[in-house]
């Protein structure tokens, strides 16, 4: 596994829990360092039980050194970053290339290139490119993943689907005898053409940040006409043709594949001359999202900001992760504490190093020193903490206000105790 983070980490730890001998090689040696000694980069519910586990096993060994990975494989994953070009919607995609010319270097024998990375279509074709001088070493294939952060080992062991891209049929005979122990489980292997592997991924995160995009734009519509946005997801989820997941309103969405594969596929129909105008819709919508919300947060406490202490619960694009990236709190933090309010922020993920230099940014240890005092409380992300907060006891502030981007809380409830309540698409009933 080329690349230990999040997908190649999770990937690799998972296919050495199923009985594969995994070498994962990052040229970051702090990071290996600290996976050798049973430290994981990142946070993942279980991650670090499954590495002591096969690492201890010796089915699992971490290195730098990429000659003797790429040389002892007989499978090599590229598991690196795809991040958006600065200034751009393009994909950089200069990462996987330097892999593949790594590949190309040290390797002396037939193996098989397994993009994991999220490449734009016609990748494949381009890593071909580059070992044609050996072309017969090398079988090109595309196995997009689709693990969700915070449910990653689930995902990978009971996933809705396992996707294998290729244009040589004997490349697939090879992948489904190593995904054999999740497809005997009844996992769907589907097959399809190398550039269709490739497709299926931008297009699959596209739909599912659509869903997402709509339901809170009809949620804007919602506070506007005094209907409760639940009762729309839930009618229009009960739908089988629609379905009720990824219909539930709050933040802009954001994290490491939505923000940037959205980009990512509007650039590659691009390259075709083809426009994606719903997916440009979309990506536009999202960004206006935490303007909108922004905004709300004025209208909630006034225009003037100056000393008023406003705690967020959450900082993360979603819980059981630590992710920031493109998280709804990157935008949100910095602008309210630039307009002089001062801001305490609770994570169960820990202190985050995008806020340590902001002025009147602290980070709280725990919920009840975080909300002490508060005038507002803004509950960001879902964790199980947040779910069942006597806030009378613990803001002791008797003006204090809460806006849950998440409608973790009943507004009859919140007014019978007569905290004043606001939350995403619901009549407002304070």
Do not use: H
């Given at each position: 596994m080329i690349g230990t983070?999040?997908?190649?980490?999770?990937?690799?730890?998972?296919?050495?829990?199923?009985?594969?001998?995994?070498?994962?090689?990052?040229?970051?040696?702090?990071?290996?360092?600290?996976?050798?000694?049973?430290?994981?980069?990142?946070?993942?519910?279980?991650?670090?039980?499954?590495?002591k586990k096969n690492f201890i096993a010796k089915r699992l060994t971490f290195t730098t050194n990429i000659d003797r990975a790429i040389s002892t494989s007989d499978i090599i994953f590229i598991c690196v970053g795809t991040p958006t070009r600065k200034g751009s919607i393009k994909v950089d995609l200069s990462f996987v290339y330097k892999c593949t010319k790594e590949i190309l270097k040290y390797s002396k024998r037939k193996k098989i290139i397994v993009t994991k990375s999220t490449v734009p279509v016609g990748t494949?074709?381009?890593?071909e490119k580059i070992v044609k001088k050996n072309k017969k070493l090398f079988t090109v294939v595309s196995n997009p993943e689709f693990l969700r952060e915070g449910e990653a080992i689930r995902d990978f062991r009971f996933p809705d689907r396992i996707v294998i891209g290729s244009n040589e049929k004997k490349a697939f005979n090879i992948m489904r005898k190593l995904y054999a122990p999740l497809t005997n489980k009844?996992?769907?292997?589907?097959?399809?053409?190398?550039?269709?592997?490739?497709?299926?991924?931008?297009?699959?995160?596209?739909?599912?940040?659509t869903k997402i995009t709509f339901i809170n734009?009809?949620?804007?519509?919602?506070?506007?006409?005094?209907?409760?946005?639940?009762?729309?997801?839930?009618?229009?989820?009960?739908?089988?043709?629609?379905?009720?997941?990824?219909?539930?309103?709050?933040?802009?969405?954001?994290?490491?594949?939505?923000p940037k594969d959205t980009k990512g596929l509007v650039s590659a129909a691009e390259k075709y001359q083809i426009n994606l105008s719903v997916?440009?819709?979309?990506?536009?919508?999202?960004?206006?999202?935490?303007?909108?919300?922004?905004?709300?947060v004025h209208k909630i406490l006034g225009?003037?900001?100056?000393?008023?202490?406003?705690?967020?619960?959450?900082?993360?694009?979603?819980?059981?992760?630590?992710?920031?990236?493109?998280?709804?709190?990157?935008?949100?933090?910095?602008?309210?504490?630039?307009?002089?309010?001062?801001?305490?922020?609770?994570?169960?993920?820990?202190?985050?190093?995008?806020?340590?230099?902001?002025?009147?940014?602290?980070?709280?240890?725990?919920?009840?020193?975080?909300?002490?005092?508060?005038?507002?409380?803004?509950?960001?992300?879902?964790?199980?903490?947040?779910?069942?907060?006597?806030?009378?006891?613990?803001?002791?502030?008797?003006?204090?206000?809460?806006?849950?981007?998440?409608?973790?809380?009943?507004?009859?409830?919140?007014?019978?105790?007569?905290?004043?309540?606001f939350s995403i698409g619901r009549p407002n009933i304070n």
């Open positions: 983070g999040y997908v190649g980490l999770v990937s690799g730890v998972c296919f050495a829990d199923i009985g594969n001998q995994v070498v994962c090689v990052d040229k970051d040696k702090n990071k290996i360092d600290k996976l050798n000694s049973g430290i994981s980069p990142i946070y993942e519910p279980g991650l670090d039980e499954l590495i494949g074709d381009e890593i009844g996992s769907k292997f589907f097959t399809t053409s190398r550039r269709g592997a490739e497709l299926i991924k931008y297009a699959s995160n596209a739909f599912l940040a734009e009809l949620a804007n519509l919602c506070e506007k006409s005094g209907v409760n946005i639940e009762d729309i997801s839930l009618g229009m989820g009960s739908d089988s043709r629609i379905g009720g997941r990824f219909l539930r309103a709050g933040p802009a969405y954001g994290g490491s594949c939505f997916v440009k819709s979309v990506i536009k919508s999202n960004q206006e999202r935490v303007n909108l919300l922004t905004k709300r225009s003037n900001l100056k000393n008023k202490k406003i705690s967020f619960l959450g900082v993360t694009f979603k819980p059981n992760t630590d992710d920031m990236r493109d998280s709804t709190s990157l935008k949100m933090i910095p602008y309210l504490c630039k307009k002089g309010a001062k801001v305490n922020y609770y994570d169960p993920s820990g202190e985050k190093k995008e806020f340590k230099k902001i002025k009147n940014c602290n980070y709280s240890s725990d919920i009840k020193s975080n909300c002490k005092g508060a005038d507002l409380v803004i509950l960001l992300t879902e964790w199980d903490e947040f779910k069942s907060i006597d806030f009378k006891k613990i803001v002791k502030n008797s003006k204090f206000k809460v806006f849950d981007l998440r409608n973790l809380y009943s507004a009859e409830e919140m007014k019978k105790n007569k905290i004043k309540y």
